[in-house]
């Protein structure tokens, strides 16, 4: 095998855990709260920027400012939810894309308000690894393996915690929740702050790798959910399973055409297979 | 005591119960029984708080429950195995066992109330890592008796625990009920297998279009010539 399609191939693998990260932020809450956060790329930007902000103006060190900056993204969830979702739960599905999609135009204004468009990193170069001829970022590797760590948490918290599996069972049977003993607004507030979290997390892992600004939620919104939909949205493993797809189709066609030329196949593979398959890869 | 007031209840415009009231004391077995649509499904989920009542009240041990969401009713010790059993289909029997004991005063006791209910269904324990959705409608009913069950409730209420199950089933289910009855729980169950169900409760009401018609011991009402003739074919 060619030496540069596999560093391709291993870069595509890297991508693909941040994306799953995302993807699986998302289809918890589509899953269990039945909205889907189309603003969800735009609160991963306003983590990044915690990020930045904690580091490089107040000189926290960078562990410390991520934790906080998931904790900030959760808060931020638990308010998306309390402000914007709560109060259009019983209305049509059309009114709540239109609610959380200007959300989005909302929150990049408010960047571009309050940080500008100057495109801001960290100043960190973490060193790239050499596996043989094969190079690989350690920004990339280290955002895959905690990308996965996260995931892996995420999963054992919904399925050995009482409260996770609650989380997975209101997306199953939504009206006899309280028959378990259980406030289903609370449920929704908990999910929205652990999908804010993911969205936090996900931020941290970006930061080490891009620069954001206040339209960096374009570069990763809509390829989110495209991941989700072919995933069947609301199934967190199918979402799961199309990070890694979308992100090999990125990467293989980056290598063989172009950068550019690669998101256009993905979209067009997107097209292909939700005409094939519209309830996704996995979806029932 | 489980007392209900002069409940009435309904969906939108349409009014399904008026003026309700009985009462179930702690220990008895009692059963509602009327045709379909005579809105008992509604009765139950006035008492287990899915469906606020519209007027009168409702009250157990003196406690006034009447505005409580169902989350907070089944705190105070009421469970509710509802109509058609709904499970969740893709979690585990014991997954949906957990989910009858997420109360804090439950969970504390999980282990110790797991045990008891595969002791009680031991056919449970054998599919506890099954989809609760694969398994037939007999265990299907089983499990959500043993899941309302694990909040160790005052009060079991029971919706159609029969409906659209096989003949054969449906007498295990009866059996279910009685051994239910021997663990010493207070039952309110609702039933349109009339003539089964008088042979378990004590007593038992007649709900007919939203009102209650009649009601006595569960014996003088298999005797009553109307519930023989409307209800139990003879």
Known sequence: ?284 | MLTLTDISAGYGSFQALFGVSLEVKLGEAVGVIGPNGAGKTTLMRVISGLLPAKGGAFSFEGRALTTLPAHRIVAAGIAHVPENRRLFPRLTVEENLRMGAFLPSARRHFAERLAWIYELFPRLEERRRQPAGTMSGGEQQMCAIGRALMSKPQILLMDEPSAGLAPLIVDQVFDLVRRIRGEGFTVLIVEQNVQQVLEVVDRAYLLESGHIKLSGAAAELARNDDIRRSYMGI
């Open chain 1, 1 to 284: 095998m060619d030496i540069y399609l596999l560093e391709a191939v291993i870069n595509g693998v890297l991508l693909g855990g941040v994306l799953a990260l995302l993807a699986l932020g998302l289809n918890l809450i589509f899953g269990v709260v039945d909205v889907v956060w189309i603003a969800y790329a735009e609160l991963v930007m306003f983590g990044m920027y915690a990020v930045y902000w904690l580091t490089n103006v107040y000189g926290w060190p960078v562990l410390l400012a991520c934790v906080a900056a998931i904790l900030f993204v959760a808060l931020l969830g638990v308010l998306v939810h309390l402000l914007i979702i709560e109060p259009i739960l019983g209305s049509a599905p059309i009114n709540q894309l239109l609610a959380t999609g200007g959300l989005l135009f909302f929150l990049q204004s408010l960047a571009t308000l309050l940080f500008g468009t100057d495109f801001r990193n960290l100043g960190i170069r973490l060193p790239i690894i050499e596996l043989g001829d094969i190079f690989i970022s350690f920004s990339r590797l280290l955002a895959f393996i905690v990308a996965l760590l996260g995931a892996s948490a995420l999963y054992l918290f919904l399925s050995r915690t009482f409260l996770g599996t609650a989380i997975r069972a209101v997306a199953q049977d939504r009206e006899i929740m309280g028959l378990m003993g259980v406030d289903q607004r609370r449920i929704y507030l908990i999910t929205s702050a652990i999908g804010g979290g993911l969205a936090g997390l996900a931020a941290c892992l970006l930061m080490l790798q891009y620069d954001v600004h206040p339209f960096i939620g374009l570069t990763f919104g809509p390829i989110t959910f495209m991941i989700c939909v072919l995933g069947g949205l609301g199934n967190m493993i199918g979402g799961f399973v199309a990070a890694f797809i979308i992100s090999q189709i990125i990467a293989i066609s980056g290598y063989y055409v172009s950068i550019e030329a690669s998101y256009v196949l993905a979209f067009v593979v997107f097209i292909v297979l939700v005409l094939i398959r519209p309830q996704g890869i996995l979806g029932k």
